[in-house]
């Protein structure tokens, strides 16, 4: 997904002399192709989040479109106060790209683990917060930043739903995306873990349960309409996502829901309030911490039983 | 386009609208304000380049208060310069006001940054110097910051990427009144030798007087050389109204009744 992200961001920046890609010192071998043809339209800010987050603020307010961009946690939580006060305060057109989003670099360890980046980010006002399913997917989604003023954050996973590309449209900011029609339950997943919703759409479905399947490609500004209409429609609402279940996804459709008032339950699938202190590959990890299809299935049967 | 004043005319309404804003308004750091009195004057009236009918003019020479808690000097020298009306002063700190106790962008003409929380202004400034250069802008990105907000780490890496780029259109200020929210900045972290730490990290370093406004014009007049510069200044804290000069209390007191009765004297006969 990344390097479909730079890829897209390279086309954007060979014709747009705006757009300033800042690296925290990351990016080995993927960042090479953008460096290579944008040379004068980026800048390795060494390993210092917090004068990068400044910078990118003080160069979007000149009129260059930035990108920052390290590993999850990196480019957010050690530079939070900058983006809250001078990013986001001032609106300023500075976007995080985040790559390892959820346990995307499971076997790193803790730190690298970016599971409550959406919830953090989410809080920030004028902050977008945009998780996309699929490298094609979140190319667009670079257009669509690109094209809008204020901040953002893009989560950019190494997994990828699969889901094939439409002929047009397939993200559009603020905009759910139903995958698959039902009628039992609404299963609603943000990011690559849509893959594991949709295995386990077809194992409830062989089991005479039809999940409907939508997808949450931007949790901020979350779909109200989308998510109001499924909680009347159907009678168990689920969301999945690669994230704490406080505060994110889950987080942002409870809100939505009780605003409503409709009554529907909801089952919250994600990490709880707890560390990843497990290691492992994304798929052991989201085994482990009961969010893979099989965990999803369970927990919609025992809501429906 | 700066008013007809001289700086020093400047600096004395600056230091007088200070005392009345902290007083209506019962806010604090008057200490810190006082102290940047005479750096803000000179900067208004005699260094930057500015015009206060178009504030965001992109020639004008951008001055970031990284200190957004002596914002309450930076709203007067704006007043005192034709960016926004003086009556509005009155305002600072009240209910509804957009003259916040920090310095705010919101709504005020002339500021560049909103800042309070500290280590945060020098970084932005890097970032508009960089733009600068890369645009071929021709104007100067001037920040002010204090000393105890040296403490902050993210002012060294700011430090550091200013040197590494050459950012020769950066000047950064630093008011040196050795004193800090709670004690002496030497009893805190202390920054000797602070003006080796600059140039160890490859800026061009001056040091002055930060209450003389003839040494303040020629250290803050800039230079043509490629790295970054730094002016530390220093200063006296509460400069200008003897009981506050030089006190750890006044970095949060505010002047009410005879005190402010005798600040507003002692500035009148100045």
Redo the contacts between chains.
Sequence with gaps: MRDHVIGRLTELALEDPRIMLITGDLGFGVLDLYREKCA?QF?N??V?E??M????????????IVFTYSIANFPILRCL??LR??AC??DANVNVLAVGGGFSYGALGMSHHATEDLSIMRALPNMKVVVPSDPWQAAIAIDSLVDSPGPSYLRIDKSSAGFEKPSEGGFDLGKGRWIRRGQDVAIIGSGGILAECVVAANILAENDVAAGVLEMATIKPIDEDAVRAAALQFPLIVTVEEHSIIGGLGGAVAEVMAQEGCGTPLVRIGLGDIYSSVVGSQQYLRNRYGMDAAAIVGRVQDALA | MPSTLTSEELAHRVRRSVVDMVHLGKSSHVGSALSIADIVAVLYQNILHFDPTDPRKSDRDRFILSKGHAGSAIYAVLAHSGFIPLDTLKEHYQDGSILSGHVSHKGVAGVELSTGSLGHGLGVAVGMAKAALLQGGKHRVVCLLSDGECDEGSNWEAILFAAHHQLGNLTAVVDYNKIQSLASVADTLGLEPFRDKWAAFGWRVTEVDGHDHEALRKALAGSDRPEPNCVICHTVKGKGISFMENSVLWHYRTPQGEEYEAAVEELNNA
């Design positions: 004068s800048i800010a060494g210092a917090q004068n987050t400044a910078m990118a603020t003080g160069m979007a307010m000149e009129g260059f106060e900058q006060n001078d305060y001032h």
